[in-house]
């Protein structure tokens, strides 16, 4: 394990920043710490770092118990949101400054940086100023001078928060394709779920200091711990229901859930791709409208609504869309064909019951 | 109708631009009235301490500045100027840094405290070491039993000088470490440098014109203070008097005019020189400014 994290929490005076948080980071891995702002994970990070002290709790990197190592000597890259380039400083002695504290030789130096400077796409702006520089090289040069003395992590504090959205999407790419040349353990900090899906290969999900849920993007996509992961990654319908019987009911929707007990209330949610249509009313169990299409690109995403005034989101390619001839105002038939019971507060429900249901599929079916 | 709605606000924006823009002679008037003000009441006063100094010659001069007692002044001036500037260019870092770098109780107690000295009368800022150190002060006694001069003595004018001057750096520091924030230091911090290897490398040269400001006037007040000094300093010709007190003894009658001139011409010549060093820092901040801005222009029509 390259990255360690026991119980840790902390409070600034009265407020809990981070409660009780357990995860560990694999040697090489580049993981994402998600949530919302205010959900501790930029706290962790800098607990990771050294920048701030755990209330409680004990942190290891590579093993090692590192509470009362100082940020210092904790051998970590720290890149800050704002990239915190010495404005004084030109490019090489930005890179170059932690590698003269810790006393290199100044052949060996310029040799780091200029490895550094290629490997980066940095050339040639080794005497530019941080005010001389794009957005994109800012944060080019605060990565390079965070790898400069080979640290046994990288931490990265919302990497693409200060960049144009155009940017973005490059420097997320360029991010994983340097990731998988340095195999240095990364972690980085963001409030974009989209961004965590695509860079990271596990996520850890925040939300009030609480630790939600960890694992790999498909993961939490497919497997939501609760309502609260399954809200905030991607879009999904969720309802609450009542238990009878073993069945789930909301107005005219019902969901088979056999092994929970009656008379409680849950939430039940589902992806839009898990809504079926088709235009033969007769295929599927409920009537819908299609009351409104939106436009995603290569998917679209449609809003049913049931007799009783219950809304759905489902998805579909544009092709089959076509291929269905529909058009808002078009009176279909739908199922849903997966299904799972969330965790909230209210039902105080044992992990061993967030099951996913399925249906077993039919003949003829529309994905 | 939308070439109308269209022409609408051109001519309002022509009929705002026309409004806020004086007429010639407004402009001419306040230029001249400010001119001829600083050239009678600024300019001319101050070539004619020169004047004065110079009257009688190049050799009256010299020996007016080099008279025991007047030298006397003038080493003392620059002895209390090399204590009080560095202790209150530590002073000021140290307070600076605490108030842009730290959240703590009683912060805007201390800016306040800091804003004492500008807010007192210098003479009241004596009078206050006179009634602690003085022969009848708190301190007096004890500080007499054990045969230490504060007041009418080198301490006491130091004291006095410290107390007057401490704003400066400070409050040139504050506004500039506020700007800067910690980052900095923190980014500094993760590659492995110590706190004093951060203050030295990253924090010391992002406020160095700051800084260099701060010293240069507090350096200028320190030499030209006369309330304080004078009531502290007891006036002893030849060992407690300071250029400043010296010109006053000198021009009331215990020596010649030309004598008053020549080492006023000095703290003159100080104040320009103070002014110059001034107008370069400004000029090189701008300059810094500038280019800062002229590159984000650049980036920004780069892409």
Known sequence: MSIEVKNVSKAFGNVAAVNKVNFSVKEGELMALLGPSGGGKTTVLRMIAG????????????GV?????????????????????FKTMNVFKNIAFGLKIKKWKRADIA?????LLKLLGLEGLEKRYPHQLSGGQRQRVAIARALASKPSVLLLDEPFGAVDAKIRQELREWLVHLHKDLNVTTLFVTHDQEEAMEVSDRIVIFSKGNLE?????????????????????????VLEVEVQNGVGRVAELEFPVPTHPDGKKMLIGFRPYAVQIST?????RYRAVLVRTYFLGIMLRLELELPSGLVLRSRITKEEYALLGLSDGREISLQIRQYRVLSSEASGLPPELHTTYELPPTIGEHI | MAGHVQSKPTSLQTASRRGTEDAPWVKWTLIS?????????????????????????????????TDPDSWSAIRLTLIVAVISVPLNLVFGLAAAWAIAKFEFRGKSL????????????????????????????????????????????????????????????ARELIPVMQATGSEQEQAALTLGASGWQTFWHVTLPSV????????????????????????????????????????????????????????????????????GIKTWVEWKTQRAYDQAQRAVADLKSEI
């Open chain 1, 51 to 62: 920048l701030e002290m755990p209330t409680e709790g004990d942190i290891f990197i590579r």
């Open chain 1, 65 to 85: 118990r590192v509470n009362d190592i100082s940020v210092q000597k904790r051998n970590i890259g720290f890149v800050f949101q704002n990239y915190a380039l």
């Open chain 1, 111 to 115: 040799g780091r940086v200029e490895e």
């Open chain 1, 213 to 237: 849920q960890i694992g790999a993007p498909r993961e939490v996509y497919e497997q939501p711990a609760n309502e609260f992961v399954a809200r905030f990654i991607g879009v999904m319908n």
């Open chain 1, 280 to 284: 033969d009313l007769a295929q599927y």
């Open chain 2, 33 to 65: 009235i400010g001119l001829v003000f600083a050239l009678v009441f600024l300019l001319l006063p101050l070539l004619n301490v020169f004047f004065q100094a110079f009257a009688k010659g190049w050799s009256v001069y010299i020996a007016s500045l």
């Open chain 2, 110 to 169: 201390l800016i306040t405290v800091i804003d004492l000295p500008f807010a007192v009368s210098p003479v009241v800022s004596g009078l206050m070491f006179v009634l602690l150190f003085g022969m009848q002060g708190y301190f007096g006694q004890w500080l007499d039993d054990h045969n230490i001069k504060i007041i009418f003595a080198v301490p006491g004018i130091v004291l006095a000088t410290i107390f007057v001057t401490f704003p400066f750096v």
């Open chain 2, 208 to 275: 160095k014109w700051g800084l260099l400001y701060g010293v240069i006037l507090c350096n200028a007040r320190a030499m030209g203070e006369f309330g304080a000094v004078s009531v502290v300093s007891g006036h002893i010709t030849g060992q407690t008097d300071t250029m400043p007190l010296r010109v006053q003894k000198l021009y009331e009658g215990y020596g010649t005019t030309e004598a008053a001139f020549a080492v006023a011409s000095l703290l003159a010549l100080l104040a320009l020189l103070t002014l």
